[in-house]
């Protein structure tokens, strides 16, 4: 028997050991306030779908149309012969809706931040990037070949220390930062950030992943949520969270969206969304250019939910979103949690280190539009029935 794989057994018995291995369950129907599991329903605490537009009638019939007029692939990479009428409509759209020059679509965020990051920093150059960073920006940066400075998360003191620190070290440097941090729900002080890259004349890059079609007016992200319009130079986005759908968004100036056209190796080294993809991101948009309602309820839904936990005693952090950590402090109690509230009907993930930091294991809940006054209720008496077994409230 041959034993040169044996070194991933081993691996993979470590994570299991340490409590690091990922059970992925799987589901088998839409997205929604419900799924089905292993053919029972369990109410949904912990997908992206914001606004409940992962099964939206009007983007499930905006696919289905773009399927019948233009099959289902794109046939060959963008600069080749991939682009088609409905991509171009969609960059145009979103860019409108972002208030931006111009945007370009990738095959998802991370791609997003693979392809902008290296495009604009090479190995002469600087990134002052928060500690918390998503890890696309993490590997984009990487990619990039430039030196990555972290900055302590959303500090300003810190951020301000780096650059002077390093000045004169770079050729050009780029400022980079989530918008809302997945783990915690902050929020980034981007009004701060903006000065600080003023103040030195930096480039300034937000991934406004978790805040599209959360903050700002009627979902429009983080940068209307602070009217920083014209000041932050990329914003990057995807298209699988609010959006419901999937891809990424890159939306800034024409001219660094007409580069990433040229130098954004994942445009134009690989296939780009299908016809159906995109036109049922065109109908998010339109959802979201007639009505804020989706993103009202959402909110509403979100601060009764987290008022509600408060109340019955829980900690829920330092959130200021939709995203609700239930925050328990050690990885086994957060696991126990999580298996407590399965058993009981509600899927909601523990997250653990190396996620988050030592010591601060929770559960992290994911509010959406689309759960009723009723789900949301029947979450709480979730929580509070496990809460109390395991003496977390009492
Ligand atoms: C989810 C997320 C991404 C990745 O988006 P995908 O479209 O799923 O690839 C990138 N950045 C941040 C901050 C995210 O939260």
Known sequence: MSTHLNWIQEEIQALKDAGFYNQIRTISSPQGAWLVIDGQRYLNFCSNNYLGLANHPRLVEAAKKAIDQYGVGPGAVRVISGTNDLHIELEERMARFKGVEAAITLQSGFQANTAVIPALIGKKDYIFSDRLNHASIIDGCRLSGGKVVPYEHCDMASLDEVIRQNRGQFRRALIITDGVFSMDGD?????????????????????????????????????????????????????????????????????????????????????????ADAAACLAAIDLLESSTELVDRLWENACYFKAEMKKLGFDTGVSTTPITPVMLGEAPLAQQFSRALFEAGVFAMANSYPIVPQGKARIRVMISASHAREDLDRGLEAFVQVGKKLGVIH
């Open 187 to 275: 929020v980034a002080p981007l009004d701060k950030i903006y000065a600080i890259a003023k103040k030195y004349d930096l480039l300034l890059m937000v991934d406004d992943a978790h805040g599209e079609g959360v903050l700002g007016k009627g979902g429009r992200g983080i940068v209307d949520h602070f009217d920083l319009h014209g000041k932050v130079d990329i914003e990057v986005g995807t298209l699988s969270k609010a959006f419901g759908v999937v891809g990424g968004v890159v939306a800034g100036s024409a001219t660094i969206i007409e580069w990433l056209r040229q130098r954004g190796r994942p445009f134009t080294f690989s296939s780009a969304v299908t016809p």
